[in-house]
């Protein structure tokens, strides 16, 4: 099990904390005041943390009441059929830990979020640990934890849980096996089949694909399912803390991390060819917020920063590996828009940002060489380099972590 330095998660905590700018949440539960389960502990936090927050008992609250707020609190003190069917086409970002809300195959699917085919309380299976996921390293819902089992809870508690067929765009960021439950109760699915882990911590980003695959259902704002049911939060130790205030950050479209990354235009923590894309169309708009180079216009200049000085990769690299080579023509040229007039993405050969895949982007990306001559000195870099006061931190860590011993 990992030990996290009580000052690392200190560091993520007051990051979250100077980030918070009074936003006006909705905090939907199972009574009029935040009396049943931990409620109370939930909202006095988020109080704490300088919200502005309404407290409403689910079976009286309308959809209306989520329409002109910053984000949406779900808590599972109340029956699933009193929200159901109210928030989920709602452009409002939402943290929630209501298990039979994301689920498709129970109830009325189109009322409900859609993550999980599947989903139950974690009832038998109570835990004081979760486990980060590798391929969620680096993403601002793991409040910087490493890959592995971490202690979020200071008593044995329940957790929602997901598992069969999931969202194609859902975001895996902890899970729980057996073997950290409680009496060792074996598990199976609806199909009667052994479930060996369960996902305890999720999210889906604005404009994810829902469930099921195919379908056409697309997530309006970020969710993040958060690993804690009725009775829960009171026990959160400082690292469970941290998770649930670096999900409301990023539901809220912040970075916990440090304040976001330069050229994450979709706030998905790291530097991605959908960053380029949102570029490109900002480059037709002309909108300011996209002018990485401070010259006054959105442009091509802009990309070619993004790209070199940024990413530190090259215009031309379709397949984003940090190298610009034949493997990016077999990339595009397998889109089949060379020419066409075809709207185009940067991973289909729209280069240069004029939304299309055409002569005019072979004439940008050769212009700026590396053609076949590998990554540039230090590789891809999709997340910056650490900072000066992130170097300080770092080393004050490891100074207090010396004067521990």
Known sequence: MKRVSVWKIAVVCALCAATARGDKLLFIGGQPDPTQGDDSFVFDHLEELGHDVTYLAANESTTADGEDVDAIILSSTFGSGDARGKFQDLAVPILQWEEA?????????????????????????????????????????????????????????????????????????????????????????????????????????????????????????????????????????????????????????????????????????????????????????????????????????DRVHWVVDLTNTYIGDSNFDGQFNSSDFVAVFGTAKYETGQPATWGEGDWNGDGLFNSADFVAAFGGGGYEGGERAGGLMVVPEPSSIALFTIGLLAFAARRRR
């Open 101 to 301: 809300l994301v689920r498709w195959d129970h109830g009325n699917p189109d009322g409900n979020f859609r993550m999980s085919e599947f989903s139950r309380n974690g009832q038998g299976r109570e835990t004081t640990v979760i486990k980060i996921l590798e391929s969620a390293v680096g993403h601002p819902l793991t409040a910087g934890l490493d890959a592995g089992v971490h202690e979020i809870f200071d008593d044995f508690n329940r957790t929602p849980q997901q598992f069969g067929e999931l969202a194609p765009g859902l975001i895996l960021i902890a899970e729980i096996d057996p073997d950290f439950a409680e009496d060792g109760t074996v598990y199976v699915n609806h199909d009667g089949e052994e479930v060996d882990s369960a996902l305890v911590l999720t999210a889906i980003d604005a404009g994810g694909e829902l469930g099921p695959a195919g379908e056409g259902h697309i997530a309006p704002a970020r969710r993040v399912n958060f690993p804690v049911e009725d009775v829960g939060f009171g026990s959160l130790n400082e690292t469970g803390i941290a998770l649930f205030d670096c999900s409301l950050e990023w539901v809220l479209g912040r970075n916990c991390l440090g304040g976001g990354v330069e050229g994450d235009f979709d706030n998905s923590g790291q530097r991605d060819p959908a960053d380029l894309d949102l570029l490109a169309a900002a480059m037709a708009s002309g909108d300011p917020a996209f002018d990485l180079n401070g010259d006054g216009a959105v442009n091509l200049a």
